[in-house]
């Protein structure tokens, strides 16, 4: 009985630890999503399983609850449309947030700092990869896609840009809550990932980490400004040295002021999304619908000598716009949901910044980066977005918990003065 209770103590303490660790990981290299969401899960059930108090905390989040309509959302469209048989992903959503969640209500400061596992393996991967390619005597355009893009281990530039992005901004998060020391080890690994994210050259990837940086900004000039003007320094010396050096797309687009050089077709998706949007707009016609949907829209008679653009490009078989990618699959009520879900989120990381500045920093990013993409198909973009919305919603009563202890103890001592 004793042993059978120690390896209870010791499954509720690190199995959900393991479990985030290795999801992290896997998220930082873009390798094996879904089978290292399933290993947190697994986690993540055998703590709730052994943990009462952390299961009903779970189950009165409200953003959990919010989240739910999302699988409400995907049946109905599956039931109303001809299309959404792809609904049972949102239970990956809320996977991806329950993960979160209980990490960040268990674990406290250690899942926010945990996730300097993000930047860490994203530019060790990397790092590594250049130098075994190169002592190899392989050919190094491998890791390039396009002539100039670099790509590394992803499949394509604008997808590692993405990752390489949210992986330097996570590490500007973490800055407030490390040690000196560690703070020159993270600047070390934020000058590498912002180097490789300007050369994988996408557009969408570059300008978000930059806007979200600005806003980082606000909080470091009223908290730290000294750490916020080496988090500057940093990135803007590698744009600096990127912009003189290679140029590229990203300058192309700022020197050339040209709507149709930035926009690069887009605006024909937009106009077709929307108008996806207007035949099912309640619910639109299911999750990862889009292409299925792009592709009837594209055949009707009155559409058959319209947009151009999509038709001469094989890339548009998705939104390209975050608003316009949850009208057109999830529809009016799929928009609420997560308008509800960022607007609590933000309301709360404010609240509970320094330590919950990177999941905050992590949906700032992806909400700039939706400006001109789109990525609920994918499971990445998605475990992203909905990880740390868990985050920041889990932290809030791990904190109140926090407080409580630390007012009574500071009340029992109060009390032992007075009895002396």
């Known amino acids: 009985m004793l042993q059978t209770a120690v390896f209870m103590n010791w499954v509720r303490k690190y199995a959900l630890t393991a479990g985030y660790c290795i999801f992290l990981t896997c998220l930082a290299l873009e390798w094996h999503v879904n089978e290292a969401r399933t290993i947190a899960l697994l986690g993540l059930l055998a703590h709730l399983w052994l ?19 999302f699988p409400v959302i ?67 355009k491998s890791l390039l896609a396009g002539g100039a893009k670099l790509k590394m281990y992803v499949e394509h530039p604008n997808r590692y840009g993405l990752l390489a992005a949210i992986s330097a901004i996570t590490a500007i998060g973490l800055f407030p809550l490390l040690a000196r020391r560690e703070k020159f080890f993270l600047a070390a690994v934020l000058a590498a990932l912002t180097l490789l ?39 803007a010396c590698i744009f600096g040295i990127g912009i003189s050096t290679s140029g590229g797309r990203i300058v192309s687009t700022v020197t050339k002021s040209s709507w149709d050089f930035l926009l690069n077709g887009r605006e024909d ?9 207007q035949k099912s707009p309640l619910v639109g016609f299911g999750v990862d619908s889009f292409r299925q949907t792009l592709e009837v829209h594209l055949s009707l008679p009155e559409n058959l000598l319209r947009f151009p653009e999509i038709r001469a490009q094989s890339i ?22 997560f308008v509800a879900l960022s607007v609590r989120a933000v309301y709360n ?51 109140r918990q926090n407080s409580a ?16």
Not at 219 to 226: A, E, G, V
Not at 349 to 358: S, V
């Open 51 to 69: 943990t009462p108090d952390a299961r009903r905390r779970l189950f009165n989040s409200t953003q959990l609850r919010i989240a739910l309509c």
């Open 74 to 140: 995907a049946a109905v469209a599956w039931l109303v449309t001809p299309y959404g048989d792809q609904g049972l992903k949102t239970l990956d959503w809320i996977i991806c947030l329950s993960i979160g969640y209980v990490a960040a209500d268990c674990l406290e400061r250690k899942a926010i700092l945990l996730l300097v596992l993000l930047p860490v393996f994203c530019a060790a991967a990397s790092i590594s990869l250049v130098l075994w390619t190169f002592f190899t005597a392989e050919n190094m």
């Open 269 to 277: 998706i937009w106009e077709a999304a929307w108008e996806i949007f």
């Open 197 to 235: 994210c300007w050369h994988s050259q996408s557009r969408a990837a570059v300008f978000s980490l930059a806007g979200a940086l600005c806003i980082a900004m606000i909080f470091f000039i009223r908290r730290t400004p000294k750490q916020g003007l080496l988090v500057l320094l940093i990135v």
């Open 349 to 399: 990381g404010i609240k509970k910044c320094p330590l919950a500045l990177a999941p905050l920093l992590m949906l700032i990013l992806y909400w700039i980066y939706g400006l001109g993409g789109y990525g609920f198909h994918r499971s990445w973009d998605t475990a992203i977005i909905f990880l740390a919305i868990g985050l920041i919603d889990g932290l809030a009563p791990a904190i």
């Open 405 to 420: 202890g630390v007012n009574s103890l500071s009340a029992q001592g109060k009390s032992k003065l007075l009895e002396i």
């Open 316 to 337: 548009f078989w998705h939104a390209h716009q975050l608003v316009l990618g949850l009208l057109a699959e999830t529809g009016l009520a799929g928009l609420i949901v």
